[in-house]
């Protein structure tokens, strides 16, 4: 077993947090240089609310295969150009400790830990540690995993909901584990290999429901944020942790656009509570903060642009025809 360097800095003394060495800004430099070392290119940025930020990695050779530890709490760590050099591998990753947010295209996979994706390195993508973060990256080659797969993309969620999953989990963590032993021919390296690509092809993107597209979270984020009179395109792209203009372009096709979009959404639900005799006691002021609007006169001018009759109108015609 090839251990390969470790990268990391001391600073104000070597002092140390969870076992993780700190760094000043000076040396993040150096840290770019690391990653890009064992992973390739990407574009990285510091933690944008600290002074010091965590950054550590190695990387081990078992037999060919290598795997990568992760310590970090960077702002952001993405793949923006793809070089020809950069594409041969892609990244089985298993999140380890804290939360991963991870953009590629118009979907989105949050890692916790004990999750586990396939990263492709050959396509653009973007990793959002949401604070300090551990993982193991797994570095298997591209071709092999695009042979195995017969035409799936090289990216998505793992499943651990069947025996596959369960079995590649257990493997990764052993094979991350210091009880490795020192010794590994090139042909265990080429077992190990081809039994992770095989494991991977039942596993990838089995469950839908964690690999949702982009629009449908910010619909859903819109549903549960109506109530918030922050709500709007600049809280969402945050939350969302994709730009502005990237969350114009997924409400793209259709006419309505995100800001119309969560105005409509907002009258429908106040529709409904102005059509509910249960809840007739609810003044209009009432259900205009219950619902985001800045206040009762902004809620009625909006109501009457999109219905053409006042609240007041439409709660009576909603009465008679009950």
């Known amino acids: 077993m090839r251990e390969l360097p470790v990268f990391g800095w001391y600073s104000q003394g070597g002092v140390s947090w969870k076992g993780v060495v700190m760094a000043e800004m000076r040396d993040w430099k150096q840290w770019e240089c690391a990653v890009h070392q064992i992973c390739g290119d990407f574009s990285m940025a510091p933690p944008s609310q ?28 993405s793949r923006r ?42 396509s653009c993508f973007d990793m959002l540690p949401q604070g300090y973060i551990e993982q193991i990256s797994v570095h298997l080659p591209r071709s092999k995993i695009e042979k195995q797969l017969i035409g799936r993309p090289c990216f998505g969620w793992i499943s651990q909901l069947n025996l596959s999953g369960q079995v590649l ?66 809280f969402l792209a945050q939350r969302l942790h994709i730009s502005i203009r990237q969350l114009y372009r997924l409400f793209d096709d259709n006419d309505e656009g995100v800001a ?52 007041r109108e439409y709660r009576k015609n909603a009465v008679h025809m009950m």
């Open 169 to 234: 989990r257990g493997l990764v963590q052993q094979l991350a584990s210091s009880d490795m032993p020192h010794w590994v021919e090139h042909q265990d390296g080429e077992a190990l290999q081809a039994a992770l690509i095989s494991l991977i092809q039942p596993t990838l993107s089995i469950d839908t429901s964690l690999l949702m597209p982009l629009r449908m979270l910010a619909e859903k984020l819109i549903l549960q944020s109506l109530h918030d009179r922050d709500l709007s395109p600049k």
């Open 50 to 77: 600290a002074q010091l930020f965590i950054g550590d990695i190695q990387c081990t050779d078992l037999g060919g295969l290598a795997i990568a530890r992760i310590q970090t709490n960077a702002s952001y760590v």
């Open 81 to 122: 150009k793809i070089r020809s050099e950069d594409g041969e591998y892609c990244f089985l990753v298993q999140q380890r400790q804290g939360t991963m947010v991870v953009n590629q295209g118009d979907t989105q996979i949050v890692l916790k830990p004990g999750d586990m994706a396939l990263l492709d390195s050959a």
């Open 260 to 311: 119309r979009h969560i105005t409509i959404q907002r009258l429908r639900k106040s529709i409904e509570d102005l059509s509910d005799c249960a809840k007739n006691r609810l003044s209009i002021t009432d259900i205009a903060h219950k619902w985001g609007f800045y206040d009762s006169a902004h809620y009625s001018r909006v109501f009457k642009k999109y219905y053409e009759m006042t609240q």
